[in-house]
């Protein structure tokens, strides 16, 4: 069901957001707190320590001897940022496809997992106030009052509660704290674009406080189509957060939070890529990529029936903080339960004789704990911990046509258009029945039930005074449980018209049509052997790991350090949801890294690098296979592949004036197949993997303190290099296979905003835009139907967005 028709809970968004705004009156707000002292008039002149957590401790993020990107929430608000996936162009070595807010991607240097069923693990662990995030689909949430994030990269297996085989993306809220505070912030922007967040912290007494927060992000969409006038591209999704804290004691925090997130929106829509003929004709077949059009500029046709991408996302965390003499223990039990529709179109035309959608619909519930001891002394700092994960996933992978569409694939896959030949003996036979017009459904069930227990340490050793040495190891051991099953494709209107037909007599009067008749009951996309298809199909396994990390560190003076690292990475095996009685086995890798970290504070300069080196052993990848099902229509499969990669990556922080800051951060990669080939035969041994080899970003923020409050006026920009093609590449769509343009295309974007702040910073104002020059790019191909009805589709970025946004704080 459409979380559209839950008007319990579009009343609850209206119902938090309302309270929080009403919170903000002046007389409620003077109530509860003091006057806020001025603020320095010294701002913005020194480049600020950055505390992080990336070692499970507390230390500055000069003093961590791994490649860490922090975007703290000034940069949030500098982007209009709603989530993560809005960011990734200015972190390079980081990739978020978010064609889909619920089945979104992540790959750090140049490692993802392209599968989005349950029955794998994602390599870039992504943590929300270090509990797990299980799954695509609750890995993407709205940004809701976060303090910092936190992008680790090269293996993390020793510092996570779940190891993370390409690094780890660690996103931590903002917590309660003893003054009064309140917020409420408005945007205006293009498109229809209305978001509103707001919070309030509340001191209870002098040992508890609560901390409210809510937000909503709506907007009509970027993308028209040309025959209905309906919007692609558009927002609806609302967000709450409460925490509590409770100081039991001077050596005691809890913290109780709870969150939740709705998404009920229209899916992403299918570019066409060919001109189609006046109904019915069909577009040229096979599909000549000489004549794709454009899909910058192309008119859009869609049809889904359905349409929806929705999700309803619910998570509860304990957290239990107690210091000790010997150090601290801390205690981290969460739950999380989400549900996602999302209902697509594959073919790019609006024609029921091409039509065909996907719709993946997943329930997820996950049970987490953690607990964590740490300590330090003059010899040592040293961290341990033991972690329990359950999981209970269930997904539905469904495959939507009519029989008008399945006559089309039996004409250009096996030159048999079995429906039209029936229907053409219905009409001379003067019988007022049709096969056409019916709706068409093949499903894939999947249920996986999965544990994973881990004991993990990671211990500092103080060699000296300038030498350190970390070692590390974690034990993993995963359990799957997992399941398939395809039960016979649905059909009721065509098996009504087929038992009117068969009562008759019809098929028995001629002996072609007694060979058609088994045709019009056989799965065309799900076709499986006998024995596999309609029955329940369930395999286990187990996989175990240790992983070590090895780091040592050398401060050559104050403000300069050196590091050097080895860490192994794993991810557990599992199952292709759409490949029945599959089976992978798990992926390491090996990682070795060098780099430094410094900083000139007479200059206030700021300047980290770090080269590496790994090997990705079995790593797993879904690809699109047109030999995959025996109608030709192709299906998604599991490769298997070692990659190797080596690359170096640059970050600066200048506060070249007290106004002015500048910031720049670059990425290069290479990864090659160091031995792949695929199920086609296609050896990719030493071919690019498609990562792009070049990516940077460069920044500016310029503050004016005047007495009339502060203006601030930020510029970001960001490239990404070509992507690298290799043969496989344009049957999966992420090199071009036409003259007309580049899937693969270098990327740029900027972004610029000017604000104003009152003195007090109780007020604020401000313009932005993103991607202000109007940069499109064509993200990537769809071949899914290309070989059944000759209709590739594609993908392609936002334009320009710009909006005015109001800010008040008291």
Known sequence: MSIRTHKLAEGLRLALLGSVAMSFSPGFAFAQQAAAPAEDAKKATDLGEIVVTAQSREQSLQEVPITVTVITDRRIEQLAATDLSDMDAFIPGLQISDNSPTQPRYAIRGISTGDFGIGTDPAVGVYIDGVYAARSGGALLAFNDVERIEVLKGPQGTLFGRNSAAGAVSIISKKPGDQFEGRARLRWGNDGRQYLDGLVNAPINEDMALRVSALSNRSDGWLRDSATGERYHGDDSWAARAVLRWDASEKTQVLLSYDHEAIDQLARPAIGLVALPAYPGLPPYPADPATYLDPRSAPVFNDVVGNEESRRFDGGTLSIDHQTDWGSFVSTTAWRGFETVNREDEDGTNRINLYFDTANREKNQSWYQEFKFS??????????????????????????????????????????????????????NAIPLSVFGHSWQESMHNDGRFTSQAVFGDVIWHLNDKLNLTTGLRYTRDSKHFSWFNGPRYAPGLDATLATLDAMGLFGMDPMLAMLRPVFDMDIVFALPPGVDGALIERSDTWQDFSPRVVLDYRASEHLMWFGSVAKGYKAGGFNSVEVGSHFDNEDVWNYEAGFKSRFPGQRLQFNGSVYHYVYKDKQAIRLDPSSSGSGIPQYLVDTSDEQAWGFELDAQWQATDGLGLQASLAYIDATYKDKITSTGVDLSGEPTGEPTLSFALGGDYRWMTAHGDVELSVLHAYRSKGRCNGDSQLQGTCSASPNFQSNAAQQRTDVRLGWTSPDDRWGVAVFGNNVFDKRYVTGVGNLTTSVFGTPTANISPPRQWGLELRASF
């Open 375 to 428: 300590g330090a002394n003059e010899r040592i700092d040293w961290v341990a911990g033991v972690s329990y994960y359950r999981e209970h996933a269930r997904q539905v992978s469904d495959t939507n046509a009519f029989t008008d569409s399945m006559d089309t694939v039996l004409l250009n896959t096996a030159g048999l258009p079995a429906y039209s030949i029936l229907q053409q003996v219905l009409i001379d």
